[in-house]
């Protein structure tokens, strides 16, 4: 029995709004096979995560510089295309990334997990552009009782300016 996961993250997505652009970078695709079961009558692991950093962000203006004087909210939400309901994505921030203006911008929100489901929800906000921000993905629910499919889903990540 084989479970595969597949996560998009929009690779080389861009998303603009007013002066401000998100670009995402990186995927992460988990493959779940029976070698997974260490001991007969055991379940899968039930919960897997990406390394940290495997997927990453940088928030820019639309001249490619990173300086920019406004305030952004980054929202996440998914588009599923092969899910099962018992399936839950997680995706926190693991780094501040870095910034040519390191005392002018900054970046919050986003360090714990949070569930990532098909309606927009608050990721993290700041203020002027960041570079190399690290993502972790986590993914829970896997299980025996799931039916054999891959299973695909895309992570969007939306940027509002204010």
């Known amino acids: 029995m084989r479970v595969r996961i597949l ?25 779940v096979s029976a ?6 009558g055991n379940d899968y692991n039930t919960c897997y995560e990406s390394s940290e950093g495997e997927v990453e962000f940088r928030v820019k203006n ?22 099962h309901p018992n399936l839950k994505l997680s995706v926190r921030r693991t780094s501040d990334g870095s910034s040519a203006y390191a005392c002018y911008s900054y970046i919050y929100g986003g360090g714990y997990y949070r569930n990532v489901s098909d309606r927009h929800s608050f990721f993290c906000a700041g203020y002027r552009g960041r570079d ?10 896997v299980s025996l009782l799931l039916p054999v499919r891959n299973y695909k889903t895309y992570v969007t990540y939306t940027i509002v300016e204010y």
């Open 62 to 83: 639309n001249w490619n510089h990173e300086y920019n004087g406004y305030s952004w909210i980054v929202y996440i939400n998914k588009q599923d295309e092969i899910w």
């Open 7 to 31: 996560i998009i993250l929009l690779c080389g997505f861009s998303c603009s709004v007013y002066a401000q652009k998100i670009e995402v970078k990186g995927k992460w695709k988990i493959n």
């Open 132 to 141: 190399n921000v690290e993502l972790q993905y986590k993914l829970e629910g």
């Open 35 to 40: 070698k997974d079961i260490l001991n007969a």
